[in-house]
């Protein structure tokens, strides 16, 4: 399998505080990567990094996607990540558009491509047929995301005014609108109660094995983590501690020394 | 509460827009039918003279008054699409009587009324080009008053100083304040929140200040006059009658152009993600959404709607100066588009009619104007915080192909 990321070098200080210092690592393709460490390791500014949230300090990150050709995510803006390279991510606080409804949020995922078929507007002002057929067609996949999500009786509600687990599965949708190559989840299980959770584990399979999307996720839910993922990365104090799959990790020394403590290993 | 009438009766829509019809005729009573008389030095109330025309458009504002203040829970009917309980037949009938009566009117009006009735029709659509600006894309500018007057200066210094007609004129009306708003968006907009507002406001004084000073070009606080009145195809410069009722087409066409654009924007990708933004940039942002190409383009499109209206105020008056474009102008706009419930181009308009039009009826109450306005605006913190019109109708609907439709 090749990679679909690939950071090497990766570091990030905020002033004299080294948040994540020199990592390296790479998500494999159709696979689930999940990174985990203490409170305070750095990964949410891993996640910030690679979605270009932020400036990294030095290193690099590549994103390979199955076609074309490779892109330097350092170099691209924001949004641009979500645009071109389609690098769609969570956050661990949800942050939804409140007020706007359920099937709203989701075509704000679609923006850059409704955007393009409208010709900045001028298309979809005039209402050409071009921009009918888009956005007849980017309903029709929002819908089947939130068949899949199970959330098609919302559509028309808030989307603050749903329950938190589903708030969380919106989110994702969301982002599946936007065909993503990677798929960033922050946190998704936080929050959710055990059924939930379990649910969670099949979506997640599902969008890996059999829509193909490449994962990586942030994690404190052991269950899930050990449950699903592929490859796990482990960070304490910014540093990459160990990598491997589940089983490599459970056993690691290091690990375990981070998180049970120096008797523990 | 025990009642005579029948459950079912008080529970419809009818009933409740009656209900409210009757608390705001008590409200607004005095301002239509009382007029304040100055007696030997003494003032008295006294009955105006009856005229049946301007009871009619008191009933039909009564009329949206009880739309608008129907209470909420009423309003979600379906739990999945919160909406007005007004049906889509009786909304049609409010649309085609909104027509006709503003259709006949110069016919059946007198002069003050006519211009009244020009001066809202503007505000309404200044007021609804700043929705786009602060409802849609929620950017609180506090400066797009100065626009309105790069826009009505534009068309008074074309038109006295090079003899260029209206609607030559008109794309340049638009054009100029565009471009302003762009180079001054440019680097502002990347502010937030209160450091945006503080940095249009300031815009706002130094384009008035601009006006004053620059004295060989605007005529400084003298403004400049005799500004030509737009004739369409020769029609429109006979008389006063046939200027005012020209103004009045004009202005009522250009309402309906800014309100036909917001809607439909509302609707595309464009003014889903000024609203995406609105509610969360951040979100916006790692989605794919260029946050300040979006915001760039609101507030451009924003200042060449307010270019327009001020090309059209300009032709209005015939006579524009500093004075029209103060911070006062741009706090009234902007409680018309707060009042109105942000983004709601109904509440908006009817904010519009309680702002601009209740002061000019209710002349001989001038001198509590400003209180009234207090008590207006504290009344509808206490009862509508949201402002008028509060439930957001969202842009799309999912509409099942069969079974019950969310209604």
Redesign the interface.
Same mark, same amino acid.
């Given at each position: 399998m090749s990679n679909v990321l690939t950071v090497t070098d990766l570091s990030m200080s905020f002033g004299g505080l080294v948040a994540v210092d020199h990592i390296s690592f790479a998500v494999k393709l159709g696979s689930i990567t999940a990174m985990i460490g203490p409170n305070g390791a750095g990964k949410t500014t891993v996640f910030n990094c690679v979605t270009r949230f932020y400036t990294p300090t030095s290193g690099q990150m590549v994103l390979t996607p199955e076609t074309g050709s490779a892109l330097d995510l350092h170099t691209l803006s924001p949004y641009k990540v979500a645009k071109k390279a389609r690098v769609l991510r969570t956050f661990q606080n949800i942050r939804l558009f409140g007020q706007m409804s359920v099937l709203e949020n989701v075509l704000i995922g679609q923006h850059s491509l409704l955007m393009r078929a409208s010709s900045c507007s001028v298309a979809g002002l005039l209402n050409l047929r071009r921009y009918r057929t888009a956005e007849k067609d980017a309903m029709d996949l929002a819908l089947s995301w939130l068949e899949i999500m199970g959330l098609t009786e919302d559509a028309n509600r808030p989307a603050a005014s749903l329950s938190y687990g589903a708030q969380r599965r919106l989110e994702i949708a969301r982002c599946l609108a936007g065909r993503p190559r990677l798929l960033c989840l922050d946190e998704p299980a936080a929050g959710l109660n055990p059924k939930e959770s379990l649910d969670l584990k099949n979506l997640l399979k599902t969008l890996c094995y059999q829509h193909g999307i490449s994962i990586f996720l942030i994690e404190h839910d052991m269950s899930v983590v050990m449950d699903i993922s592929d490859h796990i990365l482990v960070l304490d104090y910014g540093r990459l501690l160990a990598q491997g799959t589940p089983q490599a990790v459970r056993t690691h020394p290091d690990v375990i020394r981070a998180y049970l403590g120096e008797d523990a290993a | 509460m025990r009642s005579f009438l029948p459950p079912r009766l008080l529970a419809s829509p009818c009933a409740k827009i009656l209900g409210w019809t009757l608390v705001a005729a008590v409200l607004f009573f005095p301002f239509f039918v009382l007029q304040a008389v100055d007696q030997n030095g003494v003032m008295s109330l006294a009955a105006f003279t009856y005229r049946p025309y301007l009871l009619a458009v008191f009933g039909v504002f009564l009329a949206l008054c009880g739309v608008f203040f129907l209470p909420a829970p009423l309003r979600a009917l379906g739990? &999945?699409?919160?909406d007005f309980a007004v049906s889509d037949v009786q909304k049609k009938g409010l649309q085609v009587l909104l027509v006709v009566g503003l259709l006949i009117l110069p016919l059946v009006s007198n002069r003050a009324e006519l211009d009244l009735a020009t001066v809202v029709l503007l505000s309404i659509a200044l007021a609804w080009g700043m929705t786009i600006v602060v409802g849609y894309a929620g950017l609180l500018d506090l400066g797009y008053i100065a626009f309105y007057a790069v826009g009505a200066y534009a068309y008074a210094l074309l038109s006295t100083g090079y003899g260029v007609s209206f609607w030559a004129a008109l794309p340049l009306c638009a054009l100029l304040p565009a471009v302003l708003a762009f180079l001054v968006g440019f680097p502002i907009l990347r502010l937030r929140g209160d450091y945006f507002a503080i940095v249009t406001l300031g815009f706002a004084e130094i384009v008035r200040t601009l006006l004053i000073n620059a004295q060989s070009i605007t005529g400084g606080p003298n403004g400049v006059a005799e500004i030509p009145r737009p004739t369409l195809f020769g029609w429109g410069a006979a008389d006063l009658d046939e200027r005012m009722m020209m103004l009045y087409v004009l202005a009522l066409a250009w309402a309906a152009v800014v309100y036909g654009?917001m809607r *439909?924007?509302r609707v595309?990708?464009?003014g889903?993600?000024w609203?995406?933004l609105r509610?969360?940039e951040?979100?916006? *942002? &790692?989605?794919?959404?260029?946050?300040h190409r979006m915001k760039l383009s609101a507030h451009v499109i924003g200042a060449m709607i307010a270019g327009i209206c001020g090309a059209f105020f300009a032709a209005k008056q015939g006579f524009v100066s500093p004075e029209s474009f103060t911070f006062l102008d741009t706090a009234f706009l902007l409680a018309m588009v707060v009042l109105g419930g942000m983004g709601s181009p109904w509440g908006v308009a009817l904010a519009a009619i309680l702002i601009v039009a209740l002061p000019e009826v209710s002349r001989s109450f001038a001198d509590y104007r400003m209180l009234f306005f207090g008590m207006v605006m504290v009344l509808v913190m206490i009862f509508r915080p949201g402002g008028f019109a509060t439930a957001?109708r969202? &842009?799309?609907?999912?509409k099942p192909a069969s079974g019950e439709q969310?209604s």
């Open positions: - | 739990q &999945s699409c919160p654009l *439909r924007l595309l990708p464009l889903r993600a609203e995406a509610e969360d951040i979100a916006a *942002r &790692s989605l794919g959404v260029n946050v957001r969202p &842009s799309v609907l999912y969310p």
